[in-house]
């Protein structure tokens, strides 16, 4: 019997099991060819749907109620010669005209001709999007806030969004009043996604809710002139490297850090740099309370520093006398290891001041009648638990007496605390805790006319 015959016999006599073979060979192989097309048609579907979001976006700083200088963004596309835009980025809502319909969850844009630079280059069978100036009063909608406000180009949407806050809304003596400001503007057009009308930071199979208004009108409304949180840069894109690769977002984001490093001042970092009378300076922030970041830069320069924190009193307590809510001073003692003479304000506490004593100004000394060696009660605020305030009470001992002039008198002592600072009178006060008005006595409002918020008070 010859090979070829032995073969043909083998093949007739185990038909069965080759079959088998073969079809499982052909259904593993439908499979995964099946697979592999249903990955690219999903993968192609999430990569569009990418595109769409972010456009040609690969890097991004995103401020939050943090506000920069937007020429930045043109100092970024100058230095790395790639597309750059701020804007300004805030939570919302939209209503129709007559308020039957609205829209929560919004976002708000204000932004310039240079956004649009940055959306997505080509979407198949769709036009190039012209890009532009919004127009003062005018309102881009894209189009699933268009279809859940049922609205159209030339019909009136107002739009209502809050004013930025230097501190959190939950934060103690942050303002409560209502700060949301409302604007009504027409509906100029309405975006598709080849539009950029679908940009959003988050990645979400739902699609973002925006509403695009000129950058200059959204500053103006909400008390952010010429700032910005948000910015965006194509800044990464090398044509030599392979689109699926991701390698050079860590080069991109290192750039834009060393840009944006270069060309920040202390203002788009919310700090304040102001000069003091002995020669020496303040580092301030509209915030009210430095960053600890802010902090460990500054000793870091090994200069001369003397950490300050003025928070706000209750009551102030000696015996059967009360003074109602007073501005008090910590300071360092001069007998920190870490601190050295220089300031004024720096020789305040004397030498080996004990953390149970106070140091409290001639007017409080006497509207309580205290003397040194007197019990001194004071009540304060802390954030307790589910962000709810719980008032303290601690004790000290009268130390001393100081004047009213000198470092003692400095009114500046006190920070810029956002509803307060700018009251006429202590009844004005706007602060994240009931003010009992009625335990307000005409010689407290005597004084904040004098002295502001001069401390009464220094631990």
């Known amino acids: ?106 976002q708000v844009m204000g932004v310039s001709p240079d956004f649009w630079l940055l959306g997505p280059r080509k979407i198949e069978g769709a036009k190039r999007f012209e890009v532009g100036e919004i127009p003062t009063d005018t309102v881009w909608l894209n189009e699933p806030l268009a279809e859940q406000l ?129 020669g020496g300076a303040e580092i301030r922030t509209p915030r009210v309370f430095l960053d600890r970041s802010v902090i460990a830069a500054a000793r870091a320069t090994q200069l001369q520093l003397t950490p300050i924190l003025t928070y706000f009193a209750n009551e102030l307590r000696v015996g059967s006398l009360t003074t109602p809510y007073s501005m008090v001073t910590a300071l360092p003692s001069k007998h920190d290891p870490t601190l050295t003479s220089g300031s004024s304000i720096r020789n305040l506490l004397p030498n080996q001041f004990k953390d149970n004593e106070i140091i409290i100004n001639r007017w409080l000394a006497e509207d309580l009648q205290a003397k040194e060696g007197d019990e001194l009660d004071m009540a304060y605020y802390v954030v307790g638990t589910a962000r709810q305030l719980v008032e303290h009470r601690r004790k000290f001992r009268v130390h001393s007496i100081a004047p009213m002039e000198g470092p003692a008198g400095d009114r500046s002592l006190m920070p810029d605390f956002p509803g307060m600072s700018n009251a006429e009178n202590c009844r004005d006060w706007d602060t994240g805790f009931p003010i009992k008005t009625d335990a307000i006595r005409e010689k407290d409002e005597t004084y904040w006319k004098t002295y502001r918020g001069t401390p009464k008070a220094f631990v």
């Not at 010669?81 to 804007?87: L, R, S």
């Not at 930025?164 to 942050?174: C, Q, T």
């Not at 700032?227 to 090398?238: H, K, P, T, Y």
């Open 1 to 106: 019997m010859t090979s070829f015959r032995l073969i043909l016999c083998t093949l007739k006599y185990h038909w069965r099991t080759h079959l088998g073979v073969v079809m499982g060979a052909a259904i593993g192989t439908t499979v995964l060819v099946g697979a592999l097309l249903v990955g690219d048609s999903v993968r192609a579907s999430l990569r569009g749907l990418a595109e769409a979001r972010l456009g040609q976006v690969t890097t991004a700083l995103i401020g939050n109620d943090r506000f920069f200088n937007p020429n930045i963004a043109k100092a970024v596309a100058t230095t790395t010669g790639a597309p750059a835009a701020a804007f300004l980025q805030v939570p919302g809502t939209v209503a129709n005209g007559d308020g039957s319909t609205r829209a929560n969850h919004v």
């Open 150 to 278: 049922n609205a159209r180009v030339g019909e009136s949407v107002i739009v209502r969004v809050p004013k930025p806050s230097l501190l959190p809304r939950d934060a103690p003596l942050s303002p409560t009043e209502d700060t949301s400001v409302a604007i009504r503007v027409t509906i100029g057009r309405i975006l598709g996604a080849v539009e950029f009308g679908r940009f959003s930071f988050q990645a979400s199979q739902l699609p973002s809710l925006n509403a695009f208004v000129s950058l200059t009108q959204l500053q103006e409304k909400i008390g952010i002139v010429h700032q910005a949180n948000s910015l965006i840069s194509s800044l990464g894109e090398d044509e030599n490297e392979s689109s699926e690769s991701q390698s050079y977002q860590p080069r991109a984001i290192t750039r834009l850090d060393q840009t944006f490093r270069a060309h920040a001042t202390l203002a788009d970092l919310g700090i304040q740099l102001v000069p003091l009378p002995d």
